[in-house]
C-alpha cells in the first residue's frame, strides 16, 4: 500500500544511526557514553509526583477541556505576568501534549500549501518537518558562526518574500545554546511587524540560562510585537518532566481558538494526571530550578574547556539550555574524514563516543554535546574524543 504524500517529503534524522549503533553497542556489553540526551538528567520533583498520585487518588482521570484544565491555564497566565511581565488570558493560552505538539498544532493551523516559514539554521530538526508537514515550504537561513549563530536584521530582511508566513526563533536555542539580547529581538521584531510575519517563538529553554542575563521574550517589547508572536513553552526543560508531555501556546485570540479546535479532533485533550502535575509545577518555588542551573554550568563549564583543549575543535560558549555546539571540521580534515557523520560513526565504533551530527540540525561542521549526564562521564568522553583524534592525525 502507498503512503501519503505528506509523509514522503520526511527527512529521516541524521541522529537515527547513530542512535541505533550507540544502543546496539550497550546491549553488547560495550561503555558507551552516549551524549544527545535532550533532556535533563534530573528525576522530576517530589512536589510534582505527589500532585500526580494525588489527582489519580481523587479521580482526576477523565477528559479535559481540549485545551487544557482552566487551573493550569490561570497558572500558566500567572507564570506570564511574573517571570515575562506578559499579561494573557485563559482564552490566549492551549495546553497541548508537549511543546513539540503546540508547535505542530500551530503549523496546521496556519499555513497553506506553499506557504513559507523562515528557519534560522542551526535549527532544531522538528521545526522543518512540521512545516512540510503543514504543506509549508522551509526557508533556511543561515545564522553564521561568527555571529554566533544569530540571525541579524540584514539577513532576515533579504529572506522574506510575499510568500513568507512566519520565523521561528529559539532562543536558548537547541542545538547551539546562543540567545539574543533584547536589542537583537527588537531589532528582530520590527522587521517582522515591519512585513506582517507571524513570530514563533520557541522559549523551552528560557528557564536554563547561565550567563547571567535574564530571558527575554520577544512578546514583551511591544504590543505590536506581543500581537505578532505565539509564545511555545513548556515543563519539560524547566521542571525535567520531559515525559509527561506538557507544553502550551499562548497568543492570539483567533489562533489559539484555532489550534484547540483542531486539538479536540486529534488528541481530544492532554493527559489530565500530567496536567495536575503541571500545576504543581507552576505552584513551586525556584529552588529546584536553581540547583538544576548550577549543576548544569559547571558541568558546561568545564566541558567547554575541554572541548577547547582539543586538537582541531573550536566551540562557541553557549549561554543556555543544556548543549555545546563545536565545529569539528578541522578535526575530521585532518583525521582524513570526508564528512562530520563518518567521523562521528568511527568515533562511537572506535571510542565508544556517541554525538550527534550537526548534518541533522543543519549545520554539518558541527556536531552536538550534551552534558545533561555526569561530570565523570563528561571528562572520560572528552579523553576518549581526544585520543581518537591524535590516533587519526
Not at 541522529?15 to 557514553?33: F, P, R, S, Y
Amino acid at each position: 500500500m502507498e503512503l501519503a504524500n505528506r509523509v514522503k517529503t520526511l527527512t529521516p534524522s541524521s541522529t537515527l544511526a547513530i542512535t541505533a549503533k550507540a544502543k546496539e553497542l550497550k546491549q553488547q556489553g560495550h561503555d558507551v557514553i552516549a551524549l544527545g540526551a535532550g533532556e535533563p538528567d534530573f528525576n522530576t520533583p517530589e512536589p510534582i509526583l505527589r500532585a500526580a498520585e494525588k489527582a489519580m487518588n481523587q479521580g482526576m482521570t477523565k477528559y479535559t477541556p481540549s485545551g487544557g484544565i482552566v487551573e493550569l491555564k490561570q497558572a500558566i497566565v500567572d507564570k506570564f505576568k511574573t517571570d515575562n511581565l506578559l499579561d494573557y488570558t485563559n482564552d490566549q493560552i492551549i495546553v497541548t501534549t508537549g511543546a513539540k505538539h503546540a508547535l505542530y498544532t500551530l503549523f496546521q493551523v496556519l499555513l497553506n500549501e506553499d506557504d513559507e516559514v523562515i528557519i534560522p539554521t542551526p535549527y532544531w530538526v522538528s521545526y522543518p518537518e512540521q512545516v512540510k508537514l503543514a504543506g509549508g515550504t522551509p526557508v533556511f537561513v543561515p545564522a553564521k558562526e561568527e555571529n554566533d549563530f544569530k540571525l541579524t536584521p540584514q539577513e532576515l530582511e533579504a529572506a522574506i518574500t510575499e510568500k513568507t508566513k512566519a520565523i521561528i526563533i529559539n532562543s536558548p536555542s537547541n542545538p547551539t545554546g546562543m540567545m539574543y539580547n533584547k536589542t537583537e529581538l527588537k531589532q528582530l521584531g520590527d522587521i517582522c511587524v515591519k512585513h506582517d510575519v507571524l513570530i514563533v517563538s520557541d522559549e523551552i529553554y528560557e528557564k536554563l540560562i547561565y550567563s547571567g542575563e535574564d530571558h527575554v521574550s520577544i512578546a514583551q517589547l511591544s504590543p505590536e510585537l506581543k500581537a505578532q508572536t505565539i509564545i511555545i513553552n513548556g515543563v519539560s526543560k524547566s521542571h525535567s518532566m520531559t515525559g509527561w508531555r506538557i507544553g502550551y501556546a499562548a497568543g492570539p485570540v483567533e489562533i489559539i481558538k484555532a489550534m484547540t479546535s483542531l486539538a479536540s479532533h486529534s488528541t481530544s485533550n492532554p493527559t489530565s494526571i500530567a496536567q495536575y502535575a503541571a500545576l504543581a509545577a507552576y505552584q513551586m518555588d525556584g529552588s529546584f530550578n536553581e540547583e538544576m542551573k548550577g549543576v548544569f554550568s559547571e558541568r558546561l563549564e568545564k566541558l567547554y574547556q575541554l572541548l577547547n583543549d582539543l586538537p582541531g575543535v573550536t566551540c562557541l560558549k553557549p549561554e543556555g539550555a543544556f548543549y555545546l555546539f563545536p565545529n569539528v571540521k578541522e578535526a575530521v580534515h585532518n583525521n582524513g574524514f570526508a564528512n562530520v557523520d563518518d567521523w562521528a560513526k568511527a568515533l562511537l565504533e572506535e571510542e565508544k563516543v556517541a554525538l550527534i551530527p550537526g548534518s541533522g540540525f543543519g549545520a554539518p561542521n558541527n556536531v552536538r554535546l550534551s552534558y545533561a549526564t555526569s561530570m565523570e562521564a563528561l571528562e572520560e568522553a572528552a579523553k576518549r574524543i581526544k585520543q581518537f583524534i591524535l590516533k587519526h592525525q
